[in-house]
């Protein structure tokens, strides 16, 4: 793969207000159709926290990136070609839905259906994956907005790992950013190299990183 030229985009972290509109319209192009109502392509959290999936960050848990070996190469954290292929209809290293989470709609037409009582109708979440009520979300893409979560889940962050919590506690009463998140079109993309079937790639006149919708299996 010869790279010949390798696009740049750069995000103003201090302009990043968290409107969310690059992930709504991003969601509704690439992932609103049955199936992947839990999947975010484009995602703006807000920093400290562990994010969306769950500690996407924590490499050791998920085994992403690269790395070195004593001969000095690298290779994928997963494992060489033997190792993928080996894991290729079961990857242990997957985050489940619950690492994600179980997407939810409003029963909105109750609110227009309800009959004539003394309290007003409300709007309960309502399931995308089983289609049920659900008594209690507790759990979403963006449910650390402003810090908004549950300490203890917040103070997860890897990026944190050797801190104190008193510490953490403080640090985060200081500051605080918006992180969007999305295809970084990495200069040595770990995906590339991982693809058992060979379809992400990178693009030689730009570096973009696409997939060959031909060639790929869904092995993820």
């Known amino acids: 793969m010869k790279v010949r030229a390798?696009?740049?985009m750069v995000l103003n972290l201090d302009k990043c207000i968290g409107c969310h509109t690059c992930s709504v319209t991003c969601k509704n192009v690439w992932t609103n159709r049955p199936g992947v109502e839990y999947a975010w392509f484009n995602n703006v959290e807000t920093k400290p926290g562990i994010g969306y999936p769950k500690e996407w960050e924590n490499q050791s848990k998920w085994k992403g990136g690269w790395v070195r070996k004593p001969n000095g190469k690298i290779e994928p954290r997963q494992g060489g070609k033997l190792s993928l292929l080996m894991k290729i209809f079961a990857n242990p290293n997957l985050p489940q839905i619950d690492d994600y989470y179980e997407p939810f709609t409003f029963d909105y037409e109750y609110l227009q259906s309800a009959p004539k009582s003394k309290a007003a109708p409300t709007a309960r979440?309502?399931?995308l994956i089983t289609g049920k009520r659900m008594e209690k979300i507790e759990?979403?893409?963006?449910?650390?907005?402003i810090l908004g979560g549950e300490f203890s889940k917040r103070s997860k962050d890897k990026n944190f790992d050797d801190v104190q919590k008193d510490i953490y506690g403080?640090?985060?009463n200081t500051f605080m950013m918006y992180l969007p998140r999305l295809c970084e079109h990495?200069?040595?993309?770990a995906c590339v190299a991982s693809c058992p079937s060979g379809s992400i790639y990178k693009r030689e006149e730009d570096g973009i990183v696409l997939i060959d919708q031909d060639k790929c299996r869904g092995w993820r």
């Not at 759990?139 to 907005?145: A, F, L, R, T, V």
């Open 6 to 8: 390798q696009i740049g």
């Open 125 to 127: 979440p309502r399931s």
């Open 139 to 145: 759990w979403g893409p963006n449910w650390e907005e």
């Open 170 to 172: 403080q640090f985060e």
């Open 186 to 189: 990495c200069l040595n993309p």
